[in-house]
């Protein structure tokens, strides 16, 4: 296998680059972009109305490298899914790799990622462990294959080809080490608003395809204030405020419902019955706990022995939250 730098058609990675006031750590990031060891065959930047300096350091960014560099700076606020979704559609490579505006990548990053699709021609996305790293950069002491308990066994079914199994339980995928094949595009676009850019994406590629997961970490995953999901909460108390703060958990039924949707609707692809049989019993998990009764230990008990809080949620973690902390059903 031979890889060469921008000029290879072979090597045609677009990089999606989301930006929102991210002047403190974007230069960094750009940098760690710029001197990969296979470079991008362009960066698409997508800026959600930053005020700061963020679009003057993307200017400077842009002057300095062989590689073209568009920038969209949108009219309003749209959000990070729908600003994903922007910069997913303005990409031409055959390749996509989504990036944060204040992580640092591995020089290898994307030779990996390429290696990757290349060793794996079936694999519709590929996706790294990430370092878990504070504001200047300093190591936590663990990775976010810890961080989300992407543990060896998980890795196994993973790649035994079970990875829709372990998606519907956890989100293991990170968007800022995904990239994916551009032909899927049409099966990906448009993004609903109901929840994650990278769930979505991970879980229909799941769907139809092989993905691919990568055991090095090939990002400092930066830990700070204004993260819009981070992984350095460890307690279960913790976790869950900081998600209720970020509005994380969104639109959970309707996420998993409209990604059943787009799966039934899309003849173009490979569509495994099991996996959508596996997404809809999601979202009948997923009902069953936001219409929970005030009194509720037997029916979480009982949903927990038929193993479904293990299958379809995070097991223990979420049925302890279930019992100690979701609001009762007002219907």
Known sequence: MTLRGVDNAEVDV???????HGER????????????????????VCDDGSTDGTVEI??????????????????????VTANFAGAIARCRGSIIALADQDDVWAPEKLERLVAAFEDHPEAGAVFSDAELVDEALRPLGRTLF?????????RRRFAAGHALDV?????????????????????VLPIPATGLHDVWIAGLLASVSEVVALPEPLVRYRQHGANQVGAGARGLRAKLAARRRQGVFGDEVGHYRAMAERLRQAPAYHVDPGGLRLLERKVEHLQFRYGLPRHRVVA???????????RYSRGLESAGYDLLFRRASRT
Request: positive net charge; proline residues 6%; charged residues 15%.
């Open 25 to 44: 750590f974007l230069a960094v990031q750009l940098e760690s972009i710029a001197t990969q060891t296979v470079l991008p065959a362009e960066v698409v």
């Open 300 to 310: 979480v008990l009982a949903e927990l022995l038929r193993g479904r809080y293990h």
């Open 146 to 154: 810890e961080a989300t308990r992407f543990t060896d066994g998980r």
């Open 58 to 79: 993307v200017a400077r960014f842009t002057a300095g490298v062989p590689f073209p560099v568009h920038l969209h700076v949108n009219p309003k606020n749209l959000g």
């Open 167 to 187: 998606l519907v339980s956890r989100p293991v995928v990170c968007g800022a080490t995904l990239a994916f094949r551009s032909s899927f595009r049409d099966l």
């Open 14 to 20: 677009s990089v999606a680059l989301c930006t929102f």
